[in-house]
């Protein structure tokens, strides 16, 4: 999973059932790049964007079930080559230092405790 960051609003009218939304940030370290038919890529760092939404569906006090899913807005540099040259701007502007959108969609689920405490 990315490193990432939110705030939540947690609904609690619901009873056991609590949706909540959430708003934040994302730090993303790319691995295992693919290459493909080019002889090399690296794909870097990059930051965006993260919103999410989900719940928790409470068994009892203290232990439940979550669904949480989580969009992520990158945009990530990366540097590819091809037949042997780094390939730029100049002679390949389809494929060099190009930004390209990545919107990953992250769905976590879980059960357990919980893990904060209640602050009312």
Not at 11 to 40: K, L, R
Not at 43 to 57: L, R
Request: glycine residues 10%; aromatic residues 10%; positive net charge.
């Amino acid at each position: 999973m990315p490193a990432t960051l939110t705030l939540q609003y947690h609904f609690t009218d619901f009873g056991a059932f609590q949706p909540y939304v959430g708003a934040g940030v994302n730090y993303t370290f790319f691995y295992h790049h693919q290459a493909g038919s080019a002889d090399a890529l690296k794909v870097k760092p990059t930051s965006g964007a993260a919103m999410q939404v989900g719940f928790d569906n409470m068994v009892d006090q203290h232990w439940g079930v979550n669904l949480d899913v989580k969009r992520l807005y990158l945009k990530p540099n990366f540097d590819v080559t091809v037949n042997g040259k780094m390939q730029t701007e100049s002679c390949a502007p389809s494929l060099a230092h190009r930004r390209r959108s990545h919107l990953p969609l992250l769905i976590p689920k879980g059960k357990g405790g919980l893990l904060i405490a209640d602050l009312k």
